[in-house]
Antibody, heavy 120, light 110 residues
Framework: QVQFVQSGAEVKKPGASVRVSCKAS????????VHWVRQAPGQRLEWMGW????????TFLHKFQGRITITRDTSATTAYMDLSSLTSEDTAVYYC?????????????WGQGTLVTVSS | QSALTQPASVSGSRGQSITISCAGT?????????VSWYRQYPGEAPKLLIY???ERPSGISTRFSGSKSGNSASLTISGLQAEDEALYYC??????????FGGGTKVTVV
């Protein structure tokens, strides 16, 4: 069965960086995209960006340009999201989710979420 | 990129039908048949209910249906049950390989 397992909770100081990993299993990793979505406490879902796990091409929401990096390791079937220059506004649960490369499937499988807390 | 507009809350009685609206623009909902809907229980990850406007993934109840007209999409839940009490989000492709979610709607079963 398709499954995503994300890395554990993180506590970071303002200005620091964080890496969240997302280990995929149960399907051919390189045939799909991995998207990253975050949810601040009590707030809506916010789409952040995605990576084509086949060719490594990435797209990000404009507001994160310059601060976000999404990579993947196809041999480890794992995607990574790095976010730098953290502020308190980046405190959120970060999710990875799978979609078809052309996006027609919706986000059909999700990781369990990783809580990132930014606090001095 | 602005969030899609959803009502903050919708309520209904058990057995009733409710509809959640999702208003977008000509840049997203109106321009692409790539609207999806998600249900989220507190403390859990979202779950896909509808994709490509009106398609249900395997295992999703036929009580959930989706539609779209112009700039707006809708999710209808028929035969409302206690377990339907949750947060619901719409999402649309918005061009340029980007996606946008709605603000979320809390469904209450009274």
């Amino acid at each position: 069965q398709v499954q995503f397992v994300q890395s554990g909770a993180e506590v970071k100081k303002p200005g620091a960086s964080v890496r969240v990993s997302c280990k995929a299993s149960g399907y051919t990793f390189s045939h799909y995209a991995v998207h990253w979505v975050r949810q601040a406490p009590g707030q809506r879902l916010e789409w952040m960006g995605w990576i084509n796990a086949g060719n490594g091409h990435t797209t990000f929401l404009h507001k994160f340009q310059g601060r976000i990096t999404i990579t993947r390791d196809t041999s480890a079937t794992t995607a990574y999201m790095d976010l730098s220059s953290l502020t308190s506004e980046d405190t959120a649960v970060y999710y990875c989710a799978r979609a078809s490369i052309v996006g027609t499937t919706g986000f059909d499988y999700w990781g369990q979420g990783t809580l990132v807390t930014v606090s001095s | 990129q602005s969030a899609l507009t959803q009502p903050a809350s919708v309520s209904g009685s058990r057995g009733q039908s409710i509809t959640i609206s999702c208003a977008g623009t000509s840049s997203d909902v109106a321009n692409y048949d790539l609207v999806s809907w998600y249900r989220q229980y507190p403390g859990e990850a979202p779950k896909l209910l509808i994709y490509e406007v009106n398609e249900r993934p395997s295992g999703i109840s036929t009580r959930f249906s989706g539609s779209k007209s112009g700039n707006s999409a809708s999710l209808t839940i028929s035969g409302l049950q206690a377990e339907d009490e949750a947060l619901y989000y719409c999402c649309s492709y918005s061009g340029g390989s980007s996606w946008v979610f709605g603000g979320g709607t809390k469904v209450t079963v009274v």
